[in-house]
């Protein structure tokens, strides 16, 4: 097989429609940006629900009574209280917050709205057990089992809020990826329909391979090659626009949310580890698509 | 070298079969023209012999491999050694002759030596030496017919099927092609033509196998054209 030859056959093949080659190279590249993009998404989460759920607190909120009258825990009731859930399972750390500490963490978070601290007095803020759990699924049985105790008010769970955004952010992946799947049957049909044109434009060539006795193989690989070509310059063309969406947009308008660590930053290590996939992908689906294309649709 | 044996096809469309129960053997090196009316079954007739179409019943033979039984892998391998001539020469008109004539070798992967030696000389054998660097639209119907043959030949196939290759060119440039065929078969290649012009077939006096409605009414060795029924 003379790989000069094959070669040549491509780019003839790719110039000769270069308007349905441009069209199936960006369709391609499209669907693999916005797959890249969902995975990125996926990373984030990940990391995110990691760190987050690392610093996730369950909180027994403590009676008017201890939160006014026992500013060190040392009544026999809060004692009682913390130590049952230090040897509850699943508890990792039990920290007492006094009324008073509290309303200087109050007094931290929202340093920035004077009129609110205006407002604020200590009375309003219950003193409380923060509890870091080993695995956040033992919440339901600690709420069980101490809300409605002596001394407890009441018992939240901060990863229930968590679990809120982490809801909206799944759903955003899984709308990303839906857009990609469908971005990604345009861009299946696209290559198929241009293997299909190609096949038709070069149909005297064809005919003159099939009369002569050249392979299949040998007839089929140039139109391969093209699909193969529009997936893999789609897949670079994809990690280009999201190197350029990190750089241009992402650090810039997420610059304030990255800074406060409220999302972990997607660094270019992220989109480098995403890119082989892209192109695998783009590689792969591309010669997939030609050939069920070449076998269904064009006599070779 | 070819052997049709019992052979039939029909097409889903038509209720008259296109070969009905059709046995003839074209020897090796032996020249025969096939002839008959339009319909009359000629075209299929080489179509099975290139595994263009299966035939519905019966043994289609080249070279003695078993046509319709041979598996999808192989077909290549028999239309290297089957060559063939169109009535529209069928020519790639965005090369030149030389392309023309290289591009049968590179499809089947010969390397560019052989091709930089071969093709200058298949383009002697049929007279086109000096004008390996035109393009098809410069030349005249014959040459076109020329580079078809030589594309069909360049890869000395053991048989030249011909299907109406004089169709679209007059009476001279047609009696030149004729002792072009001529020439090839010397070489030992077996022809098999298909044809419906009856001056060529007249003037050199070969084997005719004539068709009607797709059955074999005459097989002669040294026939004419004769009155068609």
Same mark, same amino acid.
């Given at each position: 097989m003379r790989a000069s030859f094959v070669f040549s056959e491509v780019v003839t093949g790719l110039r000769r429609n270069v308007t349905m080659t441009v069209a199936m190279i960006l369709t391609t590249a499209i669907s693999l940006g916005l797959l890249g993009g969902g995975l990125l998404v996926v990373r984030t989460i990940d990391r995110m629900q990691q760190d987050y759920y690392q610093r996730v607190e369950t909180v027994v909120y403590l009676s008017a009574d201890i939160s006014a009258n026992d500013p060190g825990c040392t009544s026999s009731t809060c004692s009682a209280l913390r130590g049952q859930l230090e040897s509850a399972?699943?508890?990792q750390t039990v920290i007492f917050e006094s009324r008073q500490a509290a309303f200087a963490r109050f007094q931290r978070i929202f340093q920035g709205q004077p009129e609110l601290l205006q407002l604020a007095r200590p009375e309003a803020l219950p003193a409380s057990l923060r509890v870091q759990l080993s695995d956040p699924a033992r919440f339901p049985s600690i709420a069980k089992a101490f809300t409605g105790r002596p001394g407890v008010d009441r018992v939240t769970d901060q990863g229930e809020y968590l679990r809120q955004l982490f809801r909206a952010l799944d759903g955003l992946r899984n709308a990303t990826f839906v857009i990609a799947l469908i971005q990604a049957l345009a861009a299946l049909l696209l290559i198929s329909n241009t293997i299909q044109i190609s096949a038709f434009t070069r149909r005297a060539e064809v005919g003159v391979m099939r009369l002569t006795g050249a392979s299949r193989w040998y007839t089929q690989l140039p139109f391969l090659l093209e699909a193969v070509v529009a997936g893999v310059v789609g897949g670079v063309l994809a990690i280009v626009g999201l190197i350029v969406g990190k750089v241009a947009f992402v650090d810039r308008v997420l610059a304030g949310v990255f800074e406060a660590a409220i999302v972990p930053r997607i660094g270019y290590g992220d989109i480098f580890s995403v890119a082989p996939i892209l192109l695998l992908v783009g590689a792969v689906v591309a010669a997939l698509t030609g050939y069920l294309t070449l076998r269904l649709y064009v006599r070779t | 070298m070819i052997r049709l044996e019992h052979v039939s096809k029909s097409y889903r469309?038509?209720?008259?079969?296109? @070969?009905?129960d059709v046995t003839v053997a074209v020897g090796k090196g032996e020249f025969a023209f096939l002839i008959g009316p339009s319909g009359s079954g000629k075209s299929t007739l080489l179509r099975l012999l290139l595994r263009e179409e299966v035939a519905s019943r019966g043994d289609v033979y080249v070279a003695d491999l078993n046509v319709g039984k041979l598996s999808q892998r192989r077909i290549p391998q028999l239309r290297q050694r089957v060559g063939c001539v169109f009535q529209d020469f069928r020519l790639l008109a965005n090369k030149t002759v030389f392309e023309n004539v290289a591009f049968a070798l590179e499809v089947i992967g010969k390397p560019r030596h052989t091709i930089r030696k071969v093709v200058p000389e298949v383009l002697e054998l049929v007279g @086109?030496?000096?004008?390996?660097?035109?393009?098809?639209?410069?030349?005249?119907g014959g040459e076109q017919q020329r580079v078809a043959i030589a594309r069909a030949f360049v890869n000395r196939p053991l048989v030249l099927l011909a299907d109406e290759?004089?169709?679209?060119?007059d009476r001279d440039i047609s009696h030149e092609i004729m002792l072009l065929l001529e020439r090839i078969n010397r070489t030992g290649t077996t022809v098999l033509m298909a044809t419906h012009d009856h001056t060529i077939v007249d003037s050199m006096r070969r084997r005719v196998v004539e068709l009607h409605l797709g059955q074999v009414i005459r097989d002669e060795s040294r026939g004419v054209y004769g009155v068609s029924r």
């Open positions: 399972p699943g508890v | 469309t038509s209720t008259r079969p296109a @070969l009905d @086109l030496e000096g004008k390996a660097d035109r393009m098809p639209h410069e030349l005249s290759p004089t169709g679209n060119l």
